[in-house]
């Protein structure tokens, strides 16, 4: 690689092009005696290692993580929800009845007894990734365990529905 180094950088898949930790390209294999430009740089978000996972912060907008929570064993989806990280926060705490809440992860138990967990992104200061997990152990079968996650999907959905509805009620100075 000449005398790039491959630890501590980030590398396109596609192109090879290295990348540092600031997201300043290092290394274009097409060009190797090249100094890139410094224009060649790749957007930079926070991240950190919690949970077993690696979450990233998508915007300027902090948050506190995922604290101590038991990571459930099945990932059903993100959804995009345009509106604040905070409003978000503020709604779900309203109408999804966690049991628990901890930073930026809500849980709860659904009418059938499965744990459902939320974890909350930010991703700019109007929009939120929420992701949807819940714990499949009781569901004997593959084939149970794909209809509880999509019944814990839809049923997460028309809460989503219902948060953008009220973003849309809400005055324009308070849908933050």
Known sequence: ????????????????WRFAKDGACIYIPAKPNLSPPRSACA????????????????ADASWRGIGDVQM???????FVVYRSPQATRSFL?????????????????????????????????????????????????DGARIEAMLRAARAFRELRTQLEADAHDAPAGSRR
């Open 93 to 141: 705490l309203n109408h999804f009845a966690a049991v628990r809440v901890d930073g930026a992860v809500m849980e709860r138990r659904d009418e059938s007894g499965a744990r459902c967990v939320l974890f909350l992104q930010p991703m700019s200061d109007e929009r939120t990734v929420i992701y949807l997990w819940i714990d499949t152990e009781d569901e004997p079968g």
């Open 43 to 58: 957007k930079t978000y926070a991240v950190r290692e919690e949970g077993g996972l690696i979450w990233a912060t998508l």
């Open 1 to 16: 690689m000449h005398g790039k180094t491959a630890v501590h950088t980030l590398s396109c898949a596609y192109h090879g």
């Open 72 to 78: 459930p064993d099945a990932f059903c989806r993100g």
